[in-house]
C-alpha cells in the first residue's frame, strides 16, 4: 500500500472528537513537557490524522472537550489543534456555542477542504463554513435513536437530517450506515464508503499464546446496557464457566470498571466469578492487554456501525464472537467468514460460540487467521487514507475550477 502521492498541497482541516495524547509526537513540546488530559475518544480520527500527517499532509484540527471552558491551540511543525468546550446544555440550543466556537477557529485558517466526523454539530459546522467539505457518518441516527429515546438523541437526530441532507459530499462508515442513510431518506445522493482503517503497527504485533494463562475472552464496550448488551455476554460466559471452570473474561469501557454498574448487575445475579471488571482504560494501554491476554473478543451489541474493537481484534489475530443481526457486524466479519455470528439476544447462543472457540484451537487459529487478513484487505489505514485523500483532491480540485 502506497498513499504518498497527493493532488494537491493545501491544509486539511479535520473536525471530531480526537485524543490530544495521540498527537505528542507531532506537537512542539519541550524536553519531560506533559499535555494536558484532554480528548473524547475519536480513535477512528486520530488515526486517520496521524496516517496524513506521517504523509507529511498539513492538518489543522478542530475539536470541542467538556473539560475545556475557553479555547486552547496546541502547535506542531504540520499540525495546529484548536480544542474548544463543550457546555452543559448544548443540546437544547442544537450545539450554537459550539459550533460558533469551530466556525471562529475555522475562519482564522486558509483550509484547502474540511473533513467533518459524525453527521453533528462538526458536520453542520463544516457545511456551514461553505468550504469543500467531506462529512464521515459513523452511525445510524435513526436506530442510535431507537435504542436511546431521550431528547439528547431527539436533538442528534434533527440534527443528522440536516447534515446528511445538505453536506457536499458524504460517506458512510458500512454499507449498513449507508443503507439506512437512504433507506430512511437521510440521504438521496450517493454515499461512498470507506470504514474505519487500522495501522500498520496493529498488524505487526499478532498476539501469542502465553502458556499457563486461562483462556480468556474479553468485552470492549463503551457503555453499559441498551443496546450494547453486556448483560448477554455476563450471562453467557456464566455458562461457558460451567464447563470451563477455569476460564476468565476481561471487561472494557464505561459502566465496566470495578465498583460499575455492570459489576453490580453481574454479582447481584452471581454471575461476577471468573471476572475481571477493567472499566476505562487509555487506548494504548487497551491494546497491550487485549494482544496479550485475551483469546476470543465477545461483541454482543444489538447494533454497530463498524465497531473499532471487532476491526482491532481482527487486526491482532483474535477471533471475535459478534451479532448476526447488529447493524454492520456481519459485513465487518464477512457475513461469517471471519467470525462467528449469532444471536446476540441469546446467551445460549453466545456461549455456544465462545465454547466452540475454546475448545477448538485449529478452527480459532483459522479463523483468527483469515479475519486478519480480511482486516488488512480491507480496513489498513493506508488504504482508507487513500481513498480520502483521492476524496480531498477532487473536492479541492472542484473548488479551484469554480474559483
Known amino acids: 500500500m502506497a498513499g504518498s502521492s497527493r493532488s494537491f498541497e493545501g491544509a486539511v482541516g479535520m473536525l471530531g472528537p480526537i485524543e490530544l495524547a495521540e498527537f505528542r509526537d507531532f506537537l512542539n513540546l519541550k524536553p519531560n513537557e506533559s499535555l494536558p488530559l484532554l480528548g473524547m475518544g475519536g480513535t477512528p480520527v486520530n488515526l486517520l490524522c496521524r496516517e496524513l500527517l506521517r504523509r507529511g499532509r498539513r492538518l489543522v484540527v478542530f475539536s470541542c472537550d467538556v473539560r475545556v471552558d475557553s479555547e486552547i491551540v496546541f502547535e506542531g511543525e504540520l499540525i495546529r489543534i484548536y480544542i474548544g468546550p463543550y457546555t452543559r446544555r448544548r443540546a437544547r440550543t442544537f450545539f450554537s456555542k459550539e459550533r460558533k466556537f469551530l466556525a471562529r477557529a475555522m475562519s482564522r485558517e486558509k483550509l484547502s477542504v474540511l473533513h467533518a466526523q459524525w453527521t453533528y454539530e462538526y458536520a453542520l459546522a463544516a457545511i456551514d463554513s461553505d468550504l469543500p467539505h467531506v462529512v464521515t457518518a459513523h452511525d445510524a441516527p435513526l436506530n442510535c435513536l431507537w435504542h436511546n ?25 458500512s454499507p449498513y450506515v449507508a443503507e439506512h442513510l437512504r433507506r430512511y431518506r437521510l440521504r438521496t445522493k450517493p454515499v461512498q464508503v470507506v470504514p474505519n482503517g487500522m495501522p500498520n503497527a496493529l498488524f505487526a504485533r499478532m498476539r501469542r499464546d502465553q502458556p499457563g494463562r486461562p483462556f480468556t475472552f474479553a468485552t470492549v464496550l463503551s457503555a453499559w446496557g441498551g443496546h450494547k448488551n453486556g448483560g448477554a455476554a455476563i450471562a453467557a460466559f456464566s455458562k461457558v464457566r460451567g464447563i470451563m471452570p477455569g476460564a476468565a473474561m476481561l471487561m472494557f469501557g464505561a459502566g465496566h470498571d470495578a465498583d460499575g454498574p455492570a459489576a453490580v448487575w453481574a454479582r447481584e445475579r452471581g454471575f461476577h466469578d471468573g471476572i475481571e471488571f477493567m472499566g476505562q482504560v487509555p487506548h494504548a494501554d487497551l491494546l497491550d492487554i487485549v494482544a496479550q491476554r485475551v483469546d476470543v473478543l465477545v461483541h454482543p451489541a444489538l447494533e454497530e456501525a463498524h465497531p473499532m474493537p471487532v ?6 489475530g483474535i477471533p471475535v ?27 445460549d447462543q453466545i456461549a455456544a460460540a465462545m465454547i466452540r472457540l475454546a475448545q477448538n484451537d485449529h478452527a480459532r487459529v483459522e479463523l483468527a487467521l ?34
Not at 311 to 316: F, G, Q, T, W
Not at 321 to 347: C, F, M, Q, R
Not at 371 to 393: G, L, N, W
Request: hydrophobic residues 40%; proline residues 4%; contains cysteine.
Open 370 to 403: 483469515a479475519a486478519r487478513e480480511s482486516a488488512r484487505r480491507r480496513f489498513h489505514i493506508e488504504h482508507v487514507t487513500d481513498c480520502y485523500e483521492e476524496i480531498y483532491a477532487e473536492l479541492a480540485g472542484a473548488a479551484a475550477h469554480t474559483q
Open 321 to 347: 464472537v459478534g451479532g448476526k443481526t447488529a447493524g454492520g457486524v456481519p459485513w465487518t466479519l464477512g457475513n461469517g467468514e471471519y467470525g462467528i455470528l449469532v444471536d446476540t439476544h441469546s446467551p
Open 311 to 316: 476491526i482491532e481484534a481482527m487486526s491482532l
Open 149 to 173: 429515546p431521550i431528547p439528547y438523541r431527539a436533538v442528534k437526530t434533527l440534527m443528522a437530517y440536516k447534515a446528511a441532507r445538505t453536506a457536499k459530499r458524504l460517506v458512510a462508515v
